[in-house]
């Protein structure tokens, strides 16, 4: 079984910053693709951000400049430091990780539970 365990959301004014963690444990041969997604009221869940394995990373156009995923191999964490954020940024935010579990195994997907992100004055 593999858990993931997400943390650092919460209340932020716009302009500030916030930086979410997301540690993946359990039966881990090995971790490929991590990423971050969100979903505002409303709206479909979206790409934020993502990571692979072998360090490139993509970003959805409106946090480019402004948010940044990193990696801890050692740690099986994937971080999103969040800066000058924007109304606009409120949503749930969702880890996701693509896990091989052991030798031979293929790639399996796993979820956050989500933590919310609010920017507001």
């Known amino acids: 079984q593999v858990q993931l365990v997400e943390s650092g959301g919460g209340l932020v004014q716009p302009g500030g910053s916030l930086r979410l963690s997301c540690a993946v444990s359990?039966?881990?041969?090995?971790?490929?693709?991590m990423g971050w997604y969100r979903q505002a009221p409303g709206k479909q869940r979206e790409l934020v951000a993502a990571t692979s394995s072998a360090g490139s990373t993509n970003y959805a156009d409106s946090v480019k400049g402004r948010f940044t995923i990193s990696r801890d191999n050692a740690k099986n964490t994937v971080y999103l430091q969040m800066n000058s954020l924007k109304p606009e940024d409120t949503a749930v935010y969702y880890c996701n990780v693509g896990v091989v579990r052991y030798y031979n195994d293929y790639v399996h997907d796993y979820w956050g539970q989500g933590t919310q992100v609010t920017v507001s004055s």
């Open positions: 359990g039966s881990i041969f090995s971790i490929n693709a």
